[in-house]
């Protein structure tokens, strides 16, 4: 069994499931089942063993390009081993980077958080508790290390911006990158990208029994799926809208990447992207 020959490292809430689904579509392309293994930087995949690793591209049959797309893999900070990990385990592989709107990404963020029972705080204080908002955000600091660990040639871009105007034009540019048919137009193109809108998160009554039931998810995720369904009405509410900043957690999170994001933006000759990335955002997909 083969290892992959490139990964999508993020950031988390930058298009990458859509654009992972494209990839995936591609008949020269094999990606990695389940999409993300998370086996770089989370310890209890990683300890699972080069041998699961390979299990999850078992179903290659000779494709060129083979592929998996864990956002995690952008917050170098957050998973100091992860890096180094790739690097002994993988073949210099090329690099697909997702990059969106921090200041949007965060809100984005902090939404699946809610959506998935990970976080019970507001946003302000989830900000601080979690340091994947920032680290999945210093896009300048994260392009700089996998190019000194690859080459900057082995690293392609996708700015959000981009892929939302022209998914298919985005999606032919990664291809060529990926040296498969950059002619190939996947059936899903320009639908849906996977944002926050329609997000529901667990009522209060739920998450009390996730604090102090043990167990809990676990004996949820186990239900039939037709149950899950049927009772999300009751277990969840509609999320409303993105989260808003306050003044101060706005003016926090802008010192922590302002200066790292301009300098990206800047390094790839993005200049139209600097004034809107580098302003607050009042809403978020």
Not at 39 to 61: I, T
Not at 168 to 180: H, I, K, N, T
Not at 209 to 236: C, E, T, V, W
Request: hydrophobic share 35%.
């Amino acid at each position: 069994m083969t290892l992959p020959n490139f990964l999508v490292i993020g950031s988390p809430k930058c298009a990458t499931t859509a654009i992972c689904s494209h990839l995936d579509a591609h008949p020269q392309i094999c990606f990695s089942k389940p999409k993300e293994t998370f086996y770089f930087c989370w310890e209890k995949f990683h300890d699972r063993g080069l041998d699961w690793y390979r299990s999850c591209f078992a179903h290659h049959a000779s494709e060129p390009a083979i592929g998996e797309g864990t956002t995690l893999y952008s917050c170098i900070e957050t998973f100091p081993l992860m890096l180094g990990r790739i690097t002994e385990t993988l073949d210099n592989p090329k690099i697909v980077f997702c990059v969106r709107q921090p200041f949007e990404r965060m809100q984005s963020y902090f939404i699946e958080m809610r959506s998935q029972g990970q976080t019970m705080k507001t946003f302000a204080e989830d900000l601080h508790a979690n340091t994947e908002y920032v680290d999945g955000s210093m896009y300048g600091r994260t392009y700089d290390a996998y190019a000194s660990a690859f080459g900057a040639d082995r690293i392609h871009c996708v700015f959000y911006d981009d892929f939302k105007a022209d998914a298919a034009a985005s999606m032919s540019r990664l291809f060529a990158f990926l040296d498969v048919d950059p002619g190939f137009v996947p059936d899903a193109i320009g639908g849906r990208i996977y944002g926050s809108a329609g997000k529901r998160e667990d009522r209060p009554l739920v998450n009390l029994f996730r604090r102090y039931l043990p167990g809990f998810d676990a004996i949820r995720n186990a239900a039939p799926g037709s149950l899950r369904s049927a009772a999300k009405k009751y277990l969840k509410t509609p999320i409303e809208g993105p989260p808003e900043w306050d003044d101060a957690s706005y003016a926090w999170a802008a010192e922590q990447v302002s200066a790292d994001v301009r300098r990206f933006l800047e390094q790839h000759n993005r200049h139209d992207l600097i004034t809107p990335w580098l302003e607050s955002p009042s809403a978020s997909n």
